[in-house]
Structures are given as structure tokens and as C-alpha cells.
């Protein structure tokens, strides 16, 4: 598939790139800054070799050309970049993967006023937006490891065939995901990063993650 | 220790007594029919045997035994159980295992006026009480059980001693047990519990719960 990675030159946006570019899908890397994001689309193909499709821009033409577009921006800039991208989002797959911190204190919960920033999504680009939440849980680390990640992802969604597709994006990644229901429910796992955060601080962890028993 | 369990003659109460009860601990089983929790403790016994220690009585006689005590009444009479035993819940530690569902909608997540069931415990009781938000991912069906419980239990609090009185009160129940930080945090985890019910009957699983990787 055309993924965006909107706000892509981050360490999340540089893991994920590499992980679906290997799974055979095409990347567009998404930047306020064009000469940023043609810069880390070049470095992702050294990488990954010249075969692989990866192309970099503004977050407007990255997202224009994507199928499914993942939104990996901080907090502080979620609400202004949701905005701003209107128009372009319309019809289009938003995995959110946006975590409302609030720093200093990142490993505290602390609610957005719309309770998680994928409903405040939702509700800014209206109620047949396919926003998808998910992806709150895995390390940036271990994203850009070669390494098999010991993370299971939850992902929830109020558009059934959006959520499949986002399962789908989400195992080429190399991860097990779950359906983890109605987009309600992006406050819980929203609200659980905090905690890993504070679990990998106070028992010196190593991007401490969740996996699912009994299932 | 001497352990109460406000609403106790519910299944997770049951589950609890009879794992605490064969760690060497004391419980007391509280209920609003004291002549309901007599009934239970006289069934714990018998599953225990004669030598454990274990009693039966309202809520409030019930608390006013224990050094600890465990909150396991449904959400709906969850504040009303906290300001009707504000005096005899002063000083003791509390652990609050509530988690704010909204029936029928149980696998959706809920957030109550006070954003998490502890918070408006601790707020119905004041700064000094000592209160631990924690249990809220172990299926009862687990913990009626003979066998090994796979899952980890998330515990936090603003009470440093309290929080790791009831760390060790959880692996006594014979689960590991972690700091999860401070009782804001108690959001993410009572709001985790309708995500598991809703990957439990999505996936037909059993009991779905969470172990931690990384730590």
C-alpha cells in the first residue's frame, strides 16, 4: 500500500518506514520541512536499497499520495496539523498513533480536552473520517531494531474496514494486533503510555511493552 | 495482615479471600446482608479449612478489623459505599479495584465525573487516605482457580508505603505485581478493563488479560 508518515522524520516515523519499505509497501515521508523529509527518504533507501519506493515532502503532498496516512506528531502539534491537513485527509486511512503527553511530566496520565487526541481527531475532520488509533505501545527503539518486537498493538477504530486494514498495515510490521473496539476506547490505550513510561523509569526497563494472555 | 473486603461476596472477593486465606493472611468478608458474608466466610472455611481465619459481617464492622481494605462493589454503588464508611476507612489502606463500567455498554470505555473510580475515592476521603488503585485486569474466573494466573497486576498510588504494602498483598496472590505510578494514573488502568472485555469476546478468548515485556 501508499502509506504517509505524516511528521515522519522522528524515530517512530524512521522505525516504521523501515519495517513496512522491507514488507514491500511504498513510504511517503511527511515534514513541515520538504528539505527534511527528502533528506530522511534518501537515508531510509540507503537502507533498504534503491528498489524500495520512498519519497519525502511536505506533509500535504506525502498525504495526497497516500492510500493510508499515519499521524506521528507530538501532542503540542496534533490539533494545528490535523487542521492544516484537512482537506487532504478526506477519505484517506488515519492510523493516529499520537500520544497526549504532557511534559515534563510524560509519565503521568493526563486527558486532552476531547479525552484522546484520535477522538479529537475524529472530531475535527467529522464523523465519516477513518481515523484508526493505535501503535501507542512499541518503543521507537525497538521499531527501528531488526530485532522481533515483544509488543502486541491494540488498535480500535468506529470504521470496521479501516481497523482491518490498519491490523493488516500493523502485522507487516511485525507485531500481533488486536481489534480493541470503538474509538472510545483510544482514551485506555492512549492513557497506558504514560504508564509503560513510568514502569520502564522505575524497574529500569528497556521500552517496557504489554502483550495479551488468554487470547 | 488483616485483610477486609468491602463487597465481598462477590466472585472476585471469593477468589481473593480464598487466595489470601491460604497465604496465612486474616480476611474479613464485608458485605451489606452481613448475614450474606457469615454465610460466605462459613463457605470460605470450608474450602480453606478451620484453622484459617476468616470472618463475615457488614462493610462496616468488617473494615473496622483490618489494617487493609479491598473496595469490590460494582461502580453504580461505589460512591455511596466510600462516603458511608468515611470514618471507619480513615488511616487503613485501601485498595480500590473498581472499574467505572457502564452496563450494558461494558466493553467501551466510560470515563466517570471524577475521570477514575480511585481518584473519586480519594477524593471523597481526603489527601491523607491512603489509596491504591490496582486488580482490575484479573478475570474472577482466574482467581477462583487453582492454577497459575497469567497476568500482571498494575498497582499505583500517591501513598509510597501503601502502594508497596499492596504490591506485596498481590503477589501473595500469585501474580507479579508492579509500581505503576501515581493514583492519576488510575485512568489508564480501570479504562484498560473494557478494552480486555471487548478482546475477550472478540477473539473468544478467556479471561483476556496483560503481561508486561521488557521489565
Known amino acids: 500500500m501508499k502509506i504517509a508518515l505524516v511528521g515522519g522524520t522522528g524515530k517512530e516515523g524512521h522505525g516504521m518506514a523501515l519495517r513496512w519499505l522491507r514488507a514491500g509497501h511504498e513510504v511517503m515521508i511527511g515534514s513541515r520541512d520538504a528539505a527534511r523529509a527528502s533528506a530522511k527518504a534518501d537515508e531510509l533507501r540507503g537502507l533498504v ?33 490535523v487542521q492544516g491537513l484537512k482537506a487532504e ?5 488515519i492510523i493516529d498513533i499520537t500520544v497526549p503527553l504532557q511534559p515534563p511530566a510524560v509519565r503521568r496520565v493526563h486527558l486532552p480536552p476531547g479525552q ?23 518503543s521507537s527503539a525497538h521499531l527501528g531494531s531488526d530485532h522481533e518486537i515483544e509488543c502486541d498493538v491494540l488498535a480500535c477504530s468506529d470504521d470496521e474496514a479501516a ?5 493488516g ?5 511485525g507485531m500481533r494486533a488486536f481489534h480493541a ?9 492512549e492513557s497506558l503510555t504514560p504508564v509503560l513510561l513510568h514502569i520502564t523509569k522505575h ?12 487470547v
Open 49 to 81: 536499497g534503491p528498489d524500495k519506493k520512498v519519497l519525502g515532502g511536505d506533509n500535504a503532498s506525502a498525504v495526497a499520495q497516500a492510500e493510508v496516512v499515519v499521524l506521528s506528531v507530538p501532542y503540542n502539534a496534533h490539533t494545528a496539523t
Open 89 to 93: 485527509l478526506a477519505g484517506r486511512i
Open 116 to 138: 484522546a487526541a484520535a477522538l479529537e481527531t475524529q472530531t475535527i475532520l467529522g464523523d465519516t473520517a477513518k481515523v484508526v488509533a493505535a501503535l501507542h505501545h512499541v
Open 163 to 167: 481497523l482491518e486494514t490498519a491490523l
Open 169 to 173: 498495515l500493523i502485522r507487516d510490521l
Open 181 to 189: 473496539g470503538p474509538l472510545a476506547n483510544a482514551v485506555a490505550l
Open 203 to 214: 524497574y529500569k526497563g528497556s521500552g517496557v511493552g504489554i502483550r495479551l494472555t488468554g
